[in-house]
């Protein structure tokens, strides 16, 4: 059975920094862009960031950009989410998410293209 199980969340403070991790088992990430979305309560659903499976090229979105970082370690079949200078504003549940896309060297951040979605964990930023 293929899963994605996300782990790290937590309350932190304003200014904080958590990890996030996405770990999937019953498949290999390798041919897999992985993708970080964020949900708040009573907003939409939003794309964060994205790494591609070849090269790992990255994306994020304006407004994470320069304080979230998206890495993977294939052998830990596991992507990571570094979050800096959290903000109130930040405060979602976040979810990884897998697409199949084998040797290229790029990803999106848009929901549709992902058919793999963990359960989510709750980041909440506050004093």
């Known amino acids: 059975q293929l899963q994605l199980v996300e782990s790290g969340g937590g309350l932190v403070q304003p200014g904080g920094s958590l990890r996030l991790s996405c770990t999937a088992s019953?498949?290999?990430?390798?041919?897999?862009?992985i993708a970080w979305f964020r949900q708040a309560p009573g907003k939409e659903h939003e794309g964060v960031s994205c790494?591609?499976?070849?090269?790992?090229?990255?994306y994020y979105a304006d407004s994470v950009k320069g304080r979230f970082t998206i890495s993977r370690d294939n052998a830990k079949n596991t992507v990571y989410l570094q979050m800096n200078a959290l903000k109130p504003e930040d405060t979602a549940v976040y979810f990884c998410?897998?697409?199949?896309?084998?040797?290229?060297?790029?990803?999106?951040?848009?929901?549709?293209?992902?058919?793999?979605w963990g359960q989510g964990t709750q980041v909440t930023v506050s004093s």
């Open positions: 019953g498949f290999t990430l390798d041919y897999y862009a």
């Open positions: 998410a897998a697409d199949y896309t084998p040797l290229q060297a790029m990803c999106f951040i848009r929901g549709s293209k992902y058919s793999h």
């Open positions: 790494i591609s499976s070849t090269d790992g090229v990255t």
